[in-house]
């Protein structure tokens, strides 16, 4: 999948992976995907809520090797 801009957030622990995904989205315009690649279980839910909270688009959620990657569409 095509994405404007990638954010580590390996090693990182709620809440942080959303705070970071959160100001990384304020730096895209409309429309732009960001790329996220966590390593929190808990990521998975978070992500979801963070969507629906926000109205940022949740493309996908894929886990492989205790890594999850999530592909976000800014609004």
């Known amino acids: 999948m095509n994405f404007d801009k990638e954010l580590d ?3 990182l ?3 942080l992976p ?3 995904c959160k100001k990384s989205l304020a730096e895209l315009t409309s429309g732009q995907v ?4 966590a390593t ?3 990521s998975v839910k978070d992500f979801q ?3 629906k909270q926000t109205g940022n688009e949740l493309l996908s959620s894929a886990e492989g090797s205790g ?3 999530f ?3 800014k609004k």
């Not at 960001?34 to 690649?37: A, F, R, T």
């Open 9 to 11: 957030a390996r090693g």
């Open 13 to 15: 622990n709620c809440p």
């Open 18 to 20: 959303i705070l970071r």
């Open 34 to 37: 960001l790329k996220i690649v």
């Open 40 to 42: 929190d279980p808990g």
């Open 49 to 51: 809520a963070f969507a």
């Open 67 to 69: 890594e999850y990657t």
């Open 71 to 73: 592909f976000m569409k």
